[in-house]
């Protein structure tokens, strides 16, 4: 993968490294030789992964511990966006409730996080990205975003922004040879749904994505000049039916991840 340049002394921004995704960007990226810095609210774990990382591979890793559903934490982590050449802004998270019953201040927390720090991570990136006419962000969405087929669920609609958002900045930043993609999984295993407290139990396992092929499929799109990428035929599949499949059907078989639509 040489979209962010020569192999010599690259650094990646990865956020959300402790676990999923994250962790699995964090890997591969160590792999390809890219000097990192780790973000995640959990010190002593981000810590333990980042000396993981540079004792296995040889690279530089830093952990810098922030909370990026608060200004505070975007700032700090804005602040070290300059020289960057690939950042991948993977922390999400989700909520197991609908939006009727849910504490506002859980939702504004989710778009804190999931939205507002998408935006200030890749606005603090790209300028330093355009005028060296190099770099790359990837933003990671969900399959979640292409149709509201969990009523009463905000995390699709924080996702469809993620998703709108890269393929338009990404278009407007590829002719300096910048790029932004949209990463837009289905279900992956990763800790996600036990931290939202969502029962996965009933999901059959051909639905389950593994975090490395996510990453390995996004990478290669990446690469591929792609401004969206959907990991996977399956999801590649669904998303082509959420797409063109008329918006009545869809919300006839809309069901919220605990299988019902009410509160
Ligand atoms: N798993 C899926 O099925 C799936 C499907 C589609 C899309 N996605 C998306 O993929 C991305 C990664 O999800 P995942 O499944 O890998 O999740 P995960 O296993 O739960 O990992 C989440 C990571 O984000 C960090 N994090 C959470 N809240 C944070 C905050 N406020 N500030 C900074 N870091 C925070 C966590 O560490 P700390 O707790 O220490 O902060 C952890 O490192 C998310 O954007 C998610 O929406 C996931």
New binding site residues.
């Given amino acids: 993968m040489s979209v962010t340049g020569p192999a010599r002394r690259r650094a990646a921004v990865v956020?959300?490294?402790?676990?999923?995704?994250?962790?699995?960007f964090a890997r591969r990226l160590a792999t390809e030789g890219y000097d990192l810095l780790l973000?995640?609210?959990?010190?002593d774990?981000?810590r333990g992964?980042a000396a993981d990382l540079s004792g296995r591979y040889g690279v530089s890793a830093t952990a810098l511990?922030?909370?990026?559903?608060?200004p505070d934490?975007c700032d700090s982590v804005a602040a070290r966006l300059g020289g960057v050449h690939l950042v991948v802004?993977?922390?999400?998270?989700?909520l197991n409730r609908g939006f009727v019953g849910s504490d506002v201040a859980d939702e504004e927390?989710l778009l804190?996080?999931?939205v507002t720090?998408v935006l200030r991570l890749t606005h603090a990136a790209l300028p330093g990205m355009v005028e060296r006419r190099r770099g790359a962000v990837v933003n990671?969405?969900?399959?979640?975003g292409f149709a509201a087929l969990m009523p009463g669920s905000t995390?699709g609609a924080?996702?469809a922004w993620?998703t709108a958002f890269s393929e338009s900045i990404g278009q407007s930043v590829r002719p300096f040879g910048v790029r932004v993609m949209a990463?837009?999984?289905?279900?992956?295993?990763?800790?996600?749904?036990?931290?939202?407290g969502i029962d996965m139990s009933g999901t059959p396992r051909w639905l389950?994505?593994d975090?490395d092929r996510?990453v390995h499929d996004g990478l290669r799109d990446l690469a591929r000049g792609r401004l969206v990428s959907v990991p996977d035929w399956k999801y590649r599949a669904a998303v082509f039916g959420m797409r063109h499949a008329p918006a009545r059907l869809l919300q006839a078989v809309a069901r919220d991840t605990r299988g019902r639509t009410g509160r």
């Fill in positions: 956020t959300g490294a402790t676990a999923g995704i994250g962790a699995a973000v995640a609210r959990d010190a774990r981000l992964t511990p922030a909370d990026l559903s608060t934490g802004n993977n922390a999400g998270m989700s927390r804190a996080l999931n720090a990671v969405s969900s399959v979640a995390y924080s996702k993620v990463l837009c999984p289905g279900y992956t295993r990763t800790e996600f749904h036990d931290r939202a389950w994505l975090a996510v």
